[in-house]
């Protein structure tokens, strides 16, 4: 009678750990669940420029993760008209999840041309957001584009 005893004081015992064990990892996922879910990324908004225009390419057009990636905005004016000595840079951002800052800054190949390379450090959706300045005058444009393995 007396080991029965102590068997069901230690299974109650043991019960209890499960228990308690099981509550803290279900707490625990409810919290990495939540710190995963997808959050709005801030939205980025073209602003338009008529004395600015900004043409973006990749190269490749349908880049793959981790891979380098060319990026080339031509910068005119108005007339179509190059524009020197601006400063452009390319960011790169995905939409449904925090990734952090990647901006890539470009650098002059030619009269108006600007160009560097960087990565996409995952596949999916992404946004990329061209932006130059020269003098007073600032362009933004963004597009979307699909990242693959």
Same mark, same amino acid.
């Given at each position: 009678?007396?080991?029965?005893?102590?068997?069901?004081?230690?299974?109650?015992?043991?019960?209890?750990?499960?228990?308690?064990?099981? $509550?803290?990892?279900?707490?625990? $996922?409810?919290?990495?669940?939540?710190?995963?879910?997808?959050?709005?990324?801030?939205? #980025?908004?073209?602003?338009?420029?008529?004395?600015?225009?900004?043409?973006?390419?990749?190269?490749?057009?349908?880049? &793959?993760?981790?891979?380098?990636?060319?990026?080339?905005?031509?910068?005119?004016?108005?007339?179509?008209?190059?524009?020197?000595?601006?400063?452009? &840079?390319?960011?790169?951002?995905?939409? &449904?999840?925090?990734?952090?800052?990647? #901006? #890539?800054?470009?650098?002059?190949?030619?009269?108006?041309?600007?160009?560097?390379?960087?990565?996409?450090?995952?596949?999916?959706?992404?946004?990329?957001?061209? #932006?130059?300045?020269?003098?007073?005058?600032?362009?933004?444009? $963004?597009?979307?584009?699909?990242?693959?393995?």
């Amino acid at each position: 009678m007396r080991i029965n005893a102590l068997c069901t004081v230690r299974l109650r015992a043991r019960g209890g750990l499960l228990l308690a064990f099981c $509550s803290v990892l279900a707490f625990c $996922s409810v919290l990495i669940q939540a710190g995963c879910a997808p959050r709005p990324a801030a939205t #980025v908004r073209d602003a338009p420029n008529p004395r600015l225009r900004l043409a973006l390419t990749t190269t490749p057009d349908r880049p &793959t993760s981790l891979d380098p990636t060319r990026f080339t905005v031509r910068v005119t004016d108005a007339a179509g008209k190059p524009i020197q000595g601006a400063t452009v &840079t390319v960011g790169l951002a995905m939409p &449904t999840m925090p990734m952090g800052d990647n #901006v #890539v800054a470009l650098h002059e190949t030619q009269a108006g041309v600007y160009a560097g390379s960087g990565r996409f450090t995952m596949a999916g959706a992404w946004r990329v957001t061209a #932006v130059a300045a020269s003098g007073q005058e600032r362009a933004t444009m $963004s597009f979307s584009t699909d990242v693959r393995e």
